[in-house]
């Protein structure tokens, strides 16, 4: 019993230390990286030394790898929504606010953590497998032996396009979403046009769509960062490459699950939902 117990004990000891203690580490390198990152870039773009040229084509990139499938995933999001919606309505005789609890939705809900899996899964995959691939040619150990730092140089740049495609994603969301939402309550429920339009305006704000903005901006920086990190601690070989992409998506998804959740909470107490 005496030894059995204690190999319980190293088993637990040793479960601590892989998965508590070096989560922790990981999330401070994190943690620092995210301060380097906000320090020098804002540093370099003040002195004209920010690297644009990177900057505009790592965009371009973003763009051409997430604007397709945001359109393919926000049009099913729309007819789900609006369908699920609709027969709740219809069943309690409330059709005129379909519109309004749709569309809502989309906005609060849906655009942001749309933004939020589609940088995590195209592109913080992309970043993390470049930076990977650096790693393994030895790019980042010359790039430092000719004083240059890697972060000013290959992860600032790409941040910054993230966060400026964040909030493309999140308004490409919300129009396509609604516009679908739109088609279905009105072709297939039944639902007036102008009943739909004026519920929606009546409940829905300009600080309904700045927040999913905000939100959609913060997932994109956690994703980036995270994307980045893991790439830039990538071990020797394809398999390590793999495990950093990896782990750079599911990482920086449920990040940002996590991250909604607490800012919802947070934007209901400070900005309650409309009552008419």
């Known amino acids: 019993m005496t030894s059995l117990g204690v ?6 000891d040793e479960y601590v230390q892989k ?10 390198r994190s943690v620092q990286l995210a301060v380097a990152v906000g320090v020098s870039g804002v540093a370099d773009a003040v002195r004209g030394r920010f690297p644009w040229r990177d900057f505009a084509s790592l965009t371009w990139f973003i763009i051409t790898v ?3 499938p945001t359109i393919l995933v926000s049009i099913p999001f729309g007819v789900i ?3 699920q919606v609709g027969s709740l309505t219809q069943q309690v005789g409330a059709t005129s606010v379909s519109g309004a609890a749709g569309g809502l939705g989309v906005i609060q809900q849906g655009s942001p953590m749309v933004a939020a899996l589609l940088l995590g899964g195209a592109a913080g995959a992309a970043v993390a497998s470049d930076l990977g691939a ?15 730092d890697p972060v000013r140089r290959l992860v600032a740049p790409r941040v910054a396009a993230m966060l400026v495609v964040a909030p493309l994603i999140c308004f490409l969301t919300i129009v ?18 102008g009943s739909f339009l004026t519920s929606f305006a009546s409940f829905a704000s300009f ?6 903005v905000a939100k959609s901006v913060v997932f994109a920086f956690v994703v980036a960062i995270v994307a980045c990190q893991r790439g830039l601690e990538t071990g020797h070989g394809a398999k390590a490459v793999a495990d950093s992409v990896n782990a750079s998506v599911v990482i920086g998804v449920v990040a940002s699950f996590a991250l909604n959740l607490a800012i919802t909470q947070v934007t209901t107490m400070f900005f309650p939902p409309r009552v008419l």
Do not use: C, K, N, W
């Open 176 to 193: 396509m979403g609604l516009s679908t939402g739109y088609l279905v309550a009105v072709t297939m429920q039944g639902v007036a046009p």
């Open 81 to 83: 929504v609006s369908i």
């Open 207 to 212: 600080t309904d769509i700045a927040i999913a």
């Open 19 to 28: 998965t508590v203690v070096d989560s922790l580490a990981t999330f401070g």
């Open 134 to 148: 650096r790693v393994m040619r030895e790019e980042l150990d010359a790039l430092r032996t000719m004083g240059i």
């Open 7 to 12: 190999r319980l004990f190293d088993r637990a």
């Open 66 to 68: 997430t604007a397709t």
